[in-house]
């Protein structure tokens, strides 16, 4: 990517202290600023530490509509945009702004895939308490996930779905500022996340794109008017860059599904593609990938859509084509019937109810915390993620449970972190009397 004498005469005289100073201020930046701070982040002549900074500057003072677009754009630009033109059939991807026990990512694709939907799917790394989609692929032996761009042609030709990290080639901006706020308490801002996803979507290549957005105590946007203004933004931003997108919002105030870990949430998914997950779990993804069917043109409804999904789901379809994406990026595909090939802790704990009554809440935000403790995420930068320890939701809300039945398996190697495991589970659990009234899952749909 060339730039012109201009830019570069405008850039000589640009400092990166001046851009931080101007949006710690509550400035609004140049287009000209933001393209500045996005290529010296990529080419390593913005420091961290300047990077951290400007960071924290757009969490507290924000960014308008017009400043954010411009930062998708730059980062966009910062690397390759992907091509599969030559690839009969749309392709469409879906993206979760991250949650806890969050893992449709593993089911969606390759129903969606089964139902032939052609699905370039790069996701990313555990941002705080929430889990990443590739840390929980890597608990697959084997399993490829940094595939360029000629090896994700190939296994979309081949197989219809590719599931891989994000290349170096793809928003490599982006990847340096990921990393970044995972550890410097910089997730939460609406610009950074639209600007985070939505650079890697429009340079993927992809024709469509499904955005699932989460919004409650355990999401980064706590609020549905947060997270309505994030979702319409990146749909409005998909779409004028392209990329058809739109978008729902969903509940994350409790675990969705039963599993939150790493490995226990690649068996949760292979389950659910069995036709035995949980029914939450299991009414999200075939609900996201019913859009993702109707959007590449497949079905002409949401409804004709979920009905295919839904065969190709009790078909067994959907982990057939799993077991063919592991296979084909190198993975064991035997760990589809054998879940004793995944990492496994070896040591479990229960934490019981101490009285009797209805499960009425979970508070989701302190399980993804208890598996962070046990070291299925990560504090800092180069903290390594632990694939096998986890937990296993045994009694969900809406649950009678007694005095001493079981509520949550803990799955760990380390008995100090378990402890402290323990203590965030008991403390998340609110038992009453009374059943609670049934919470909806998905809230809104955001269609332009």
């Given at each position: 990517m060339g730039?012109?004498?201009?830019?570069?005469?405008r850039f000589a005289r640009m400092r990166a202290v001046d851009v931080i100073r101007q949006k710690r201020d509550g400035l609004a930046l140049s287009d000209e600023a933001i393209d500045f701070f996005v290529r010296g982040v990529t080419d390593g002549s913005i420091p961290d530490y300047q990077a951290t900074a400007l960071l924290m500057a757009v969490l507290w003072r924000g960014m308008s509509d017009e400043e954010a677009a411009w930062l998708t754009q730059a980062m966009t630009r910062s690397g390759d945009r992907a091509d599969f033109s030559a690839i009969p059939g749309a392709k469409v991807d879906k993206h979760s702004t991250g949650g806890v026990g969050d893992k449709t990512s593993l089911i969606l694709a390759p129903l969606a895939a089964a139902c032939g939907v052609i699905v370039p799917m790069m996701s990313g790394r555990a941002l705080g308490h929430t889990g990443g989609t590739v840390d929980k692929l890597e608990s697959i032996p084997g399993l490829r996930l940094s595939l360029d761009l000629d090896e994700m042609k190939r296994a979309l030709g081949k197989v219809g779905c590719v599931l891989i990290q994000q290349t170096s080639r793809i928003a490599p901006a982006d990847k340096k500022l990921y990393a970044l706020r995972d550890v410097t308490a910089t997730v939460e801002s609406v610009p950074l996340i639209c600007a985070s996803i939505m650079s890697k979507k429009i340079a993927e290549g992809i024709d469509g794109l499904v955005l699932d957005v989460k919004t409650g105590r355990a999401a980064f946007m706590k609020t549905v008017d947060d997270a309505?203004?994030?979702?319409?933004?990146?749909?409005?931003?998909?779409?004028?860059?392209g990329v058809r997108s739109e978008a729902l919002l969903t509940a994350m105030n409790v675990p969705l599904g039963r599993a939150v870990g790493n490995s226990v949430e690649v068996i949760?998914?292979?389950?659910?593609l069995k036709g035995r997950g949980p029914r939450d779990l299991e009414d999200l993804s075939v609900a996201l990938a019913a859009r993702m069917v109707r959007m590449a043109g497949l079905e002409p409804t949401n409804a004709a859509a979920e009905s295919r999904v839904r065969k190709a789901l009790a078909a067994g379809a959907g982990v057939e084509k799993f077991r063919e994406v592991i296979e084909h990026q190198g993975g064991d595909p035997k760990v589809i019937d054998d879940y004793n090939r995944l990492p496994t802790a070896p040591s479990r704990e229960v934490i019981t109810a101490p009285g009797g009554g209805f499960v009425a809440d979970?508070?989701?935000?302190?399980?993804?915390?208890?598996?962070?403790a046990l070291g299925a995420g990560r504090e800092k930068a180069e903290d390594a993620i632990d694939p096998a320890p986890g937990l296993w939701i045994k009694a969900h809300v809406g649950d009678r449970v007694s005095a001493g039945d079981p509520l949550v398996e803990i799955l760990y190697?380390?008995?100090?972190?378990?402890?402290?495991a323990a203590g965030l589970i008991a403390r998340a659990y609110s038992i009453e009397d009374a059943p609670p009234?049934?919470?909806?899952?998905?809230?809104?749909e955001i269609v332009q």
């Open positions: 730039v012109e004498p201009d830019y570069t005469l309505r203004r994030l979702a319409t933004l990146m749909v409005t931003i998909g779409n004028k860059s949760e998914s292979i389950e659910t979970i508070d989701a935000m302190a399980i993804g915390r208890a598996s962070m190697r380390d008995k100090r972190r378990s402890a402290e009234s049934p919470a909806s899952l998905i809230l809104e």
